[in-house]
């Protein structure tokens, strides 16, 4: 199934923030990688919390309910990824060079987890990315609008990620799986330069849209 992304929000850039733009952009956009090496986050959209590790990193506890990501942490891509989900280490999984990585913990803990190769940073301008992940069960296309209906991600298919640039908005927006919608997510406050992922979870009876802007560990 396609999944059609619209190019542009038909809203303002915040004018409070435009002429320190510059310096906060190189602020927020991480060190270049050391060879070898990827960025790696897990989410866990179920609403148990999960205890999880990447590597030697810090322990994050994460659930729909409170934290769903932990930050992007870098790993070795020339070694086995080490992940360790309530103190059991989950093995066979690589992480490719140079790339994004989304681990998605499944309902099962018996599972392994699902990778996603998130698009590639675009170039530092005076937008955001807005990355969507739908992952409600059964919903099989997923619709992202504003409130007062403007389209932002059409017809995203199930276990399907999209991808697109913004304005650095305040914005209050509504998924829908087929004739059901969720209940109104307003984003977090975020800068250009950042990103921003949204993630639709629970069903396609009772789809729920929760989202964070995107943070990197030290």
Known sequence: MNVRVFCCLGLAL??????HAAPEIAQLYPPKL?????????????NTAAQV?????ATF?????????????VVDSRQPLHVTVNGREITGLTAPKSTWVTLILDSDPARAPRLVIDPPQRGKDLRAELNVYNLGSGCESADIKLANGAAVFSQVPFNGQAQRTINPVQATLVASCNE???????????????????FLIGSRKAPRLIGLVDETAP
């Not at 915040?14 to 002429?19: F, H, M, R």
């Not at 050391?34 to 179920?46: H, M």
């Not at 059901?180 to 949204?198: E, I, Q």
């Open 14 to 19: 915040v004018p409070t923030w435009a002429a």
């Open 53 to 57: 590790r990447i590597d030697q990193g």
């Open 180 to 198: 059901t919608s969720s209940l109104p997510l307003k984003l977090a406050p975020f800068k250009a330069g950042d990103r921003y992922s949204l």
């Open 61 to 73: 506890a994460l659930s729909a309910q409170a934290t769903v990501a932990s930050p992007f942490q």
């Open 34 to 46: 050391p060879e070898g090496s990827a960025w790696v986050r897990v989410v866990n959209p179920g």
